[in-house]
């Protein structure tokens, strides 16, 4: 799949989150749990969802990564069972679009990854994925990539990336 790399500035969205340090290995699936988590403080009414699944990864190591798996909220709110307010940065971001299953999305981040190296983009050590709509038809899915950029002069713009 050939993604389209875009530069772009964004506001800062509001997320309910629970919050996990987790080795690389232990992403994935295995994220799910937390995301059960926030929908039961939904379903209790603790938290009002007012748009998609957002999982936020910071402050990435070798070995590990901090990441607040959630959903938009209008606003932050009192933390409610081990669920949290958090919210992605504000700022210039690279990103693309991810059609199809989910198990793809490392090329998605391996295009922005590649396009910031080539055009000598610095990137923040935070990024996050906005889920789309639930299809059963995996080729339907779509997820957006974003990774935060550092301050840069260069221009803004929309290239490709393989």
Known sequence: ??????????PSRQVAVVRDRRRWADL????LPLLDRVYAAVR??????????????????KDEVTVEVGVEVDAGFDPAD????AATPAGEVASTVHIGPYSGLGTAHEAV??????HRRTR?????????DWHEDAA?????????????????SVLAAG
Not at 82 to 85: E, H, K
């Open 1 to 10: 799949m050939r993604y389209e790399i875009t530069v772009q500035s964004v």
């Open 44 to 61: 209790a009414g603790k938290v009002v969802q007012t748009g998609q699944n957002i999982f936020i990864y910071r402050d990435g190591s």
């Open 113 to 118: 990854i590649r396009w910031c190296k080539e």
């Open 124 to 132: 923040a050590n935070v990024w996050w994925e906005i889920y789309g």
């Open 140 to 156: 339907k899915l779509q997820t957006e990539v974003f990774y935060s950029l550092q301050p840069d002069s260069q221009d803004r």
């Open 28 to 31: 994935g699936a295995k994220l």
């Open 82 to 85: 081990g669920v949290l307010s």
